[in-house]
């Protein structure tokens, strides 16, 4: 059974600190792995990890995979209130179920940044 | 760019009833759009895909004559949950590809379905 299993399950930080959010995974057919930020309502897309040991960077966040040891890590610096959400990683597999490419997603990481 | 918008946003209903909800893509045409379910604390579990023009695939363990999606275009995927029971109840999200699947998701602000 494909699983994706993220660390910590919550975190509660103060404004300023780096965090660190994991993410393994056991799948067959690997093509991807993403992260998404989950705040209210729809998550919005943050980086999309095809190949290993490219870091990808966006302001304050960054992410990189690892497909020999099968995880990817998110890290954020300088934390803000704002980044106060739940962070999503999903795999994106070659097949699912029916033969469809949807996501199978983690459980997230719900990140509270305190003032 | 690469907007999804969600309608409804929230629905009480009785129970029996039938319920749609559209999804639809604003700035960019979705070749392939998908269909989440989500239960509290629980991380989104894939309902179905759907290609535009072509019949859904849906995952195993999820009833297509209960969850009924159309994908008439390439802005527009509908979802209809029929003879909606309370069990039915969750929080329902789409998301939308435009291309190949090296492309990312985009996801709408999902429905939450109450059935009463």
Redesign the interface.
Known sequence: EDK?VQSPLSLVVHEGDTVTLNCSYEVTNF??L?W?KQEK?????LF?L?SSGIEKKSGRLSSILDKKELFSILNITATQTGDSAVY?C?V?LMY?????????????THLIIQP | G?V?S?HP?WVICKSGTSVKIECRSLDFQAT?M?W?RQFP??????M??SNEGSKA????GVEKDKFLINHASLTLSTLTVTSAHPEDSSFY?C?ARGGA??R???????TRLSIL
């Open positions: 994706v093509r991807s993403l998404y309502k729809a998550p919005t897309f999309m095809t999503l999903a994106l699912s179920g029916g033969g469809a490419d949807g996501l199978t997603f983690g459980k997230g | 690469a999804v969600q946003s392939t998908f989440y604390k629980q991380s989104l579990m894939l179905a895909t695939t849906y995952e195993q999200i998301s699947a090296t990312p998701q985009h996801f709408g602000d999902g």
